[in-house]
Nanobody, 125 residues
Framework: QVHLIESGGGSVQAGGSLRLSCAAS????????MAWFRQAPGKEREGVAHIDDFNNTNYADSVMGRFQISQDSGKHTLYLQMKSLEAGDSAIYYCAATSPRLSWGMLASERYKYWGQGTQVTVSS
């Protein structure tokens, strides 16, 4: 079992930045995929960014060049640095993890086994 706890959400003006963190605890695995998803009211959950244990990354087109996913394996923490935030980025952001690492569908929510409770990000224009 893996437990994920997100933090770092909040309210920011358009053009601003936030960094989300996701602390992982519990069982540890060598081969992993971790990702950030988000869900806005009335919309489906969408994949934002993925990273595996080799630090290969994938991004949704909508955040490419503005968001950066990273991890500190020693601290068992996943990060999402968000810059140039837009009103459309407002959502609850979720951290997700699974093992073994994914080779396809890295931004598909159904591929992930473990989920955090989410952290709210609100961007005002």
């Amino acid at each position: 079992q893996v437990h994920l706890i997100e933090s770092g959400g909040g309210s920011v003006q358009a053009g601003g930045s936030l960094r989300l963190s996701c602390a992982a605890s519990g069982d540890t695995y060598i081969s992993t995929s971790m990702a950030w998803f988000r869900q806005a009211p009335g919309k489906e959950r969408e994949g934002v960014a993925h990273i595996d244990d080799f630090n290969n990354t994938n991004y949704a087109d909508s955040v490419m060049g503005r968001f950066q996913i990273s991890q500190d394996s020693g601290k068992h923490t996943l990060y999402l640095q968000m810059k140039s935030l837009e009103a459309g980025d407002s959502a609850i952001y979720y951290c997700a993890a699974t093992s073994p690492r994914l080779s396809w569908g890295m931004l598909a929510s159904e591929r992930y086994k473990y989920w955090g409770q989410g952290t709210q990000v609100t961007v005002s224009s």
